[in-house]
Every structure is written in structure tokens, then in C-alpha cells.
């Protein structure tokens, strides 16, 4: 990406866990990120989950994603601001989990940001672009790799989301998403933990 940042040599700095599977699934870093969090004095509205389109289902009229059932499940209450009438209500309490489909997190941060399934993410609007072309045609000739640049673009306004910790979930360790991430990952072992797979 033709993407620069400046570094702030004043930030206290912060740490990116790659996890494989479903973030909800995994009791014991849920907690271990709570516990955390609380010692730093936060509170659950100060995480910020990003879902991917298919994470969200249709019940009736609401619209729910999968994550808000297992952190319901673990007895945590969620605001699962994936349907657009629940977004139009802030949240009443310090002590809910925002839950967000990645297309709704812009403008938003978290001390700790979770993406779940974001080679899901990536890949979903990787096919949209595609699907829909974009307006830089004579810049890159190649539809396919338009799309992907166009995808992985999208993709940083959720991983500068965090302030604190930021959670990557992948689903398929095979999928191109995730293989970048893993690459980078290994490159980086001094802030970044991945769990979940043997590496």
C-alpha cells in the first residue's frame, strides 16, 4: 500500500494478538482481555468488535451476529449495534461489549479492538470491489489486483482502530488474508503473539 505513517515515540506502544478460529469460542483470552483491561481501568464499552458480513444473521426483523450469542452465552451483555436500529441507541452502560459489522467501525477506537474473521472481512469486500469495479482503471489495468489493493486499503481503517491491544481472528489459515498475516507476524514476535495453531 502506498500507506505512510509517523511514528509517535511518545506512545506508550501496545501489543496485536493473531488468533486462529472464533475470538467468541475462546474463553480463556476473553478473560485474559477483560482482566486486563479492568486493571488499566477500563471498562467492556472500551473494547470494540468488528464482525464480518457473515458473522450476522436474520432473526424476524433484528439482525444479530454470531459473536453477541457467545459473549451472551459467557454471561457478558453485548450491544450488538450490527442491526441499524440498535445503532441508533448509544449504549446505556459501561459494562456492554460493542459489537460493530466492519463497514459501521469508521471514526470509532478501542482500548482493546477485536477483528473477528478478518480474512472473511477482506476477502467479502475484496469481492464487492470486484464485483463493482472502481474508478482506477488506467492506474492498475489488472481488475483482480485493483480489487485486492482496494480490499487491503479498506482493511486499515479497522487495524488503526485500537490504542491498546488490537485481537486479529482468521478463519481459514490458508486464505490469502491470512497467510499475510502470519508472515507478518513471524517478522514481528516481539509485539505480536499468535495463538491457536501450531507455528
Not at 30 to 49: K, P, Q, T, V, Y
Not at 92 to 106: A, D, M, P, T
Request: net charge negative.
Amino acid at each position: 500500500l502506498n500507506w505512510q505513517v509517523e511514528p509517535n515515540d511518545e506512545a506508550a506502544g501496545g501489543k496485536v494478538i493473531l488468533l486462529t478460529g472464533y475470538y467468541g469460542a475462546n474463553t480463556e483470552i476473553i478473560r485474559s482481555l477483560i482482566d486486563e483491561a479492568r486493571s488499566a481501568d477500563n471498562d467492556l464499552i472500551d473494547f470494540l468488535h468488528c464482525v464480518p458480513a457473515s458473522d450476522i444473521e436474520e432473526h424476524g426483523t433484528l439482525r444479530r451476529s454470531k459473536l453477541s450469542a457467545l459473549l451472551e452465552a459467557q454471561g457478558l451483555e453485548t450491544w450488538d449495534a450490527v442491526d441499524e436500529q440498535v445503532r441508533q441507541e448509544f449504549p446505556r452502560s459501561s459494562n456492554v461489549c460493542r459489537i460493530l459489522h466492519y463497514e459501521s467501525n469508521r471514526g470509532l477506537e478501542g482500548w482493546t479492538t477485536i477483528l473477528d474473521g478478518f480474512d472473511e472481512a477482506i476477502e467479502q469486500r475484496q469481492f464487492w470491489d470486484l464485483e463493482r469495479g472502481s474508478g482506477e482503471t488506467d492506474a492498475i489495468p489488472d481488475p483482480e489486483r485493483r480489487a485486492r489493493l482496494a480490499a487491503w486499503r479498506w482493511a486499515m481503517i479497522s487495524l488503526t482502530r485500537p490504542i491498546d491491544t488490537l485481537v486479529v481472528t482468521v478463519r481459514n489459515v490458508q486464505s490469502e488474508p491470512s497467510r499475510l498475516l502470519l508472515d507478518v507476524a513471524a517478522r514481528y514476535p516481539d509485539f505480536v503473539q499468535v495463538l491457536g495453531r501450531e507455528h
